[in-house]
């Protein structure tokens, strides 16, 4: 029987969200024939065991350490049976159904690669999931970047975020962020898998990147919503993971853009300062906390 949809799970030591998750994706999606791919990370939370004992008609992939998270869905994509795929973060829950309405309309629109849902933080508010592609400033305007924190309405972040365009109506962006991202497969046969290069971040921007260069479109869809537990399935924060974030976007430049050799240092400067900020920002929540603590222990 053809398969309409292949997800793909990517997990590393997130077992409770995982359940979750999985247990969404069985009452959400309906009226389509799908199968399901969990590839672990290596995880030691028992996260394996559980897949097996809850959900036996999950095929699961079990990696012997982290191989990253491109290299990670790579090896399910390699198995994906289905027409259309979707990359799924064990952190985004779907909100409303997923079936036939969604691959009918990927199939009326042919000239659509890659699909991005709304997303929608935990408290409901919404997400900017949909973008431009980056310029070699956006590293400091970004989701959380220095300048973008300081003054948030600034000009630079609103045509990097899109967050000055309005998140109700569906439209073309240049990519969409990995958490929930609806490829067809036609589309991943002609512009090839994840770049495995990015072991972390950006390889949602890559593709992207690369579809568009083959003629595909990327569209925000905000029929379809999710929730985003933004960073809960990293399994890294503060400063480990602005570090993984910026050596990506660097190697995207690298790639894409064709850096000229002057600009680089002035790059790598500005992703150094943005860095520096993370480590000012995570110490003193550090010492906030602790300070904190020793108040209420007295």
């Not at 985004?92 to 309405?101: T, V, W």
């Not at 589309?187 to 990015?198: A, H, N, R, Y």
Request: hydrophobic share 40%; aromatic share 12%.
């Amino acid at each position: 029987m053809p398969i309409d949809l292949s997800v793909v799970i990517v997990n590393l030591n997130t077992k409770d969200l995982l359940q979750l998750c999985l247990e969404n994706v069985y009452s959400k999606i309906s009226g389509i024939n799908f199968e399901v791919f969990v590839v672990d990370n290596g995880s030691k939370d028992g996260s394996q065991q559980m897949v097996k004992q809850r959900f036996p008609e999950v095929k699961l992939i079990q990696n012997r350490e982290n191989v990253g998270f491109a290299a990670a869905n790579n090896v399910a994509l390699k198995k994906c049976r289905g027409e259309f795929i979707l990359l799924l973060n064990p952190d985004c829950f779907l909100l409303d159904s997923l079936g036939e309405k969604e691959i009918e309309f990927m199939r009326q629109n042919s000239g659509i690669g890659i699909l991005g849902a709304k997303l929608l933080n935990g408290d409901g508010s919404l997400q900017y999931s949909c973008r431009s592609f980056p310029s070699y400033f956006s590293p400091l305007f970004g989701r959380t970047g220095f300048f973008t924190r300081l003054f948030p309405r600034n000009s630079l972040t609103q045509r990097y975020l899109l967050s000055n365009q309005s998140h109700e109506r569906a439209m073309d962006v240049d990519w969409v962020i990995g958490a929930f991202m609806l490829i067809r497969r036609s589309c991943l046969d002609s512009i090839g898998l994840l770049d495995e290069q990015f072991f972390l971040f950006c390889d949602d921007l890559d593709i992207c990147y690369r579809a568009k260069s083959h003629g595909y479109r990327t569209v925000y869809y905000p029929r379809i919503r999710a929730m985003h537990l933004i960073g809960v399935s990293i399994g890294t924060i503060g400063i480990k993971a602005a570090l993984q974030h910026h050596k990506s976007m660097y190697y995207f430049f690298k790639k894409h853009y064709r850096m000229p050799a002057l600009l680089r240092p002035f790059v790598m400067l500005g992703s150094a300062f943005n860095i520096a900020y993370y480590a000012l920002d995570s110490f003193a929540a550090g010492a906030k906390r602790f300070f904190l603590q020793s108040h209420v222990e007295t």
